[in-house]
């Protein structure tokens, strides 16, 4: 590489690793905290323990262990694993059939039913909570995981079906033609050609979805409303936060725990990711 040029980027990388920093720090003084001792953690601060990192003394699972094991965040865990990946499965694979409508089909008021989508993003969550309430404890979903799931795809759709139909709007549409030609219906053409093409949008999607509903807390709070045998991690932490005022190192092992499965989904499908995002940005 050129001297000059990579002299030039130089301010640009250290802003880079400046920022990283800056977000980096608060998360591994938090992971270090979750592994250390309660004893250890009121004695002293968690930049303490780099002198003495490899001798271990000070570090501990009892944090995970007391989290997972007597404050139950173990089943909450699985509850937002019941919530968050058929909720997010549904509402992606719903709003892939609306985006490919309003990308490639056309019918009478598409436009306007389309401007209603859009304008649906903008409404407040909790303007909905008090007309759908009632219609939840008539049909007997309050509470339930299908309530749930109802709820954060109804939610979810607007966005999803709007970020899809931006994808698969830049589709070329000689491969339409052709597939046309071919005979193929437009069933056919959605799955055999319009699916595997949005592959990164669809992955796109299906990991901002899952982030948000999993870290979600007021929809869960609002339709479960509370019941231990369905609430998800966040309801759990919310709880933690509240009724530790002592054992608040319980909410560190807590946060990890929380993020531990995020992380998986985001870095496994991160070629996907940032696929999706770049989709469209160049045309050529």
Sequence with gaps: ?????????????????????????????????????????AGSGWWTVFPKLFSGGEFSLENYAGVIMKQGLGQSFLNSLKISIPATAISTFVASFAAFGFAWMRFSGQRTLFMVLVGAMIIPLQMTFIPILPIYNKLGLAGTFPGIWLAHTAYGLPIATYLIQSFMAGIPKVLFDSASI??????????????????????????????????????????????????PVTMSIANLVTNKGQDWELLTAAAFVSMALPLVVFFSLQRYFVRGILAGSVKG
């Design 1 to 41: 590489m050129n001297p000059r040029k990579l002299l030039s980027r130089t301010p640009l990388h250290l802003t880079i690793w400046v920022f990283a920093a800056i977000w980096l720090i608060p998360t591994l003084g938090l992971l270090i905290t979750s592994i250390r001792s309660p004893s250890s953690i």
């Design 182 to 231: 071919d005979g193929a219906s437009p069933l056919r053409t959605f799955w055999s050609i319009v699916m595997p093409i949005s592959v990164p949008a669809l992955a796109s999607v299906f990991i901002f979805q899952f982030l948000w509903i999993w870290n979600d807390l007021l929809v869960a709070l609002m339709y479960l409303g509370g019941q231990p045998d369905v609430a």
